[in-house]
């Protein structure tokens, strides 16, 4: 039973819009919860995180929100470009410890130009 | 620009050959995750370290797979017998381990060994 949830597996958008991955959790225990990027053949990067004690965290053109209640996170891309087209992976963990990230199967945004 | 490492980035073998793959992590960092990537289970964490003891590997299949770090520049996972069922791609990472919340404290992956099991 996947904890993490990523239901689409693939997003595509034009460049310039908004990009919207979702990303759904079940265990209440989790308290830190990230995004990371992967490009073909490389490993995943570290995108932008969020402490359960908040429900947004903005950098740049990337802001994660968090709904604890929905036990539900998504991160938003504004303005999506080219090279942000790659697969996303949300993760999750609990106890703010490191040691332990759950993923979620990913999803594949491709931004069109 | 510190990276991790991992060799080999590609790996062919026959079901029943021994596998190893290596990892070096980025210098400093005191915490050590073995990754598999397959298309079905997505990233699923096989095991990991924490100043070279190994924390958890409830993630590894035990009668095949094995973990170790022989010292704190490489960490290697084994597979004897290799089987189909393992072809996936294989990432390390590795990182401080702090509780402190912040980008530090992530963890940084190595580009994977692609493994295929004939």
């Known amino acids: ?113 | 620009d510190a990276r991790v490492t991992q060799t080999p980035r590609h790996k062919v073998t026959e079901m029943g050959q021994e596998v190893t793959m290596r990892c070096q992590p980025i210098l400093g960092h005191n915490t050590v995750f073995w990754y598999r990537q397959t298309m079905m289970q997505g990233l699923e964490l096989l095991a990991y370290f924490r100043n070279r003891a190994p924390l958890d590997d409830s993630g590894m299949p035990k009668d095949r797979f094995s973990a170790e770090m022989p010292d704190a520049t490489l960490a290697t996972l084994k597979i004897q017998p290799s089987e189909p069922r393992d072809s996936a791609v294989y990432f390390c990472a590795s990182g401080r381990g702090g509780l402190a919340v912040t980008r530090t404290d992530t963890q940084y992956f190595g580009p994977g060994t692609r493994l295929t099991v004939l």
């Open chain 1, 1 to 113: 039973d996947q904890q993490v949830k990523q239901n689409s597996p693939s997003l595509s958008v034009q460049e310039g819009r908004i990009s919207i991955l979702n990303c759904d959790y079940t265990n209440s225990m989790f308290d830190y919860f990230l995004w990371y990027k992967k490009y073909p053949a490389e490993g995943p990067t570290f995108l932008i995180s969020i402490s359960s004690i908040k429900d947004k965290n903005e950098d740049g053109r990337f802001t994660v929100f968090l709904n604890k209640s929905a036990k539900h996170l998504s991160l938003h891309i504004v303005p999506s470009q080219p090279g942000d087209s790659a697969v996303y992976f949300c993760a999750a963990s609990a106890g703010g410890s490191q040691g332990n990230l759950i993923f979620g199967k990913g999803t594949k945004l491709s931004v069109k130009p």
